[in-house]
C-alpha cells in the first residue's frame, strides 16, 4: 500500500524514534497540516484541481482508499467549488478523526503497534511504538535526498516537501547550516504547489496569533508582578 501523505507526515512530525510522539508545539496547527496533506493525495489522484483563487472538487468518486474517501465525504458537504481556505477549514475540523484513521493504517501495514500506556498523543488509551523504525527513516532521507538533489522532483515529492516546509519540520532534519543551503531550493519547490503555499500562510497565520497571545499573556504577568 502506497503511504498517503498524512501518514508520512506523521512519521516526520515524530520527536520519538522509537514510537509516535508529536511534539507539543505542534498541536495549534496539527488540524491545518492534516487537512492539506489530505487535500494533496486528493489532487495527486485528480479529485480536486487548483488556482491561486480557488479550489474546485472534479471527481467524487471514491478512491478505493478509506482516509481519502472520507475526506471526500467531508468536500461533499461544501459547494464544488471554492476559496482553499474554506475546504482546508472544513477538513481541519475533523483532523484528530483523520489522524486516528492514519495511526491504523500505519498498523495495519505493520509500520505501528497499538499498545496500551501511560505515554499519550492524540489518543488517550493507547501509545504507539515503532515496530518498522526503516519507515520512518526512509520518510526522512528520502526527504533530505530532495532536498539536496538539482533535478526537478516527481509531483508526489513536491507535495512532501511543500508539506515540510509549511510544518517547519526543516530544522528537525537538517543542521542550521543545511537549512540556509536549501533555502532557494525549497521555495523553488513550493511555487510548484498552490494548495501547499496556501497551508503554509494559514498554519503562519496559527503561529502569528499563538505568539501575540503568549506576548500578551507574558506582558500581564509581569504587570501582576509588579515589574
Known amino acids: 500500500m ?9 512519521l516526520l512530525l515524530s520527536a520519538d524514534e522509537k514510537s509516535l510522539v508529536l511534539r507539543p508545539d505542534l498541536t495549534p496547527w496539527l488540524d491545518t497540516a492534516t487537512a492539506g ?10 479529485h480536486i484541481d487548483s488556482d491561486p483563487r480557488q479550489l474546485v472538487v472534479v471527481d467524487t468518486r471514491p478512491t478505493g482508499e478509506p482516509l481519502l474517501d472520507g475526506a471526500l465525504d467531508v468536500l461533499g458537504g461544501h459547494p464544488p467549488a471554492g476559496a482553499i481556505d474554506t475546504y482546508v477549514a472544513a477538513l481541519a475540523r475533523h483532523g484528530e478523526r483523520f489522524r486516528a484513521a492514519a495511526v491504523d493504517r500505519l498498523c495495519a501495514r505493520g509500520i505501528l503497534k497499538r499498545q496500551r500506556g501511560r505515554r499519550f498523543w492524540v489518543f488517550s488509551t493507547h501509545a504507539y511504538p515503532l515496530v518498522d523504525g526503516g519507515a520512518a527513516a526512509a520518510v526522512r532521507a528520502r526527504t533530505v535526498a530532495i532536498l539536496f538533489g538539482d533535478e526537478i522532483p516527481d509531483p508526489r515529492d513536491v507535495v512532501l516537501i511543500s508539506l515540510v516546509s509549511a510544518c517547519d519540520l526543516l530544522p528537525a532534519l537538517l543542521s542550521p547550516d543545511e537549512c540556509v543551503r536549501v533555502r532557494e531550493r525549497v521555495a523553488l519547490l513550493r511555487r510548484m504547489d498552490l494548495i501547499g503555499q496556501r497551508v503554509g500562510r494559514a498554519i503562519g497565520d496559527i503561529r502569528s496569533v499563538g505568539q501575540a497571545i503568549r506576548h500578551i499573556e507574558g506582558t500581564l504577568a509581569l504587570s501582576r508582578a509588579g515589574i
Open 2 to 10: 502506497t503511504p498517503t501523505f498524512l501518514e508520512e507526515l506523521l
Open 37 to 46: 496533506a489530505l487535500l494533496m493525495d486528493l489532487a495527486l489522484r485528480n
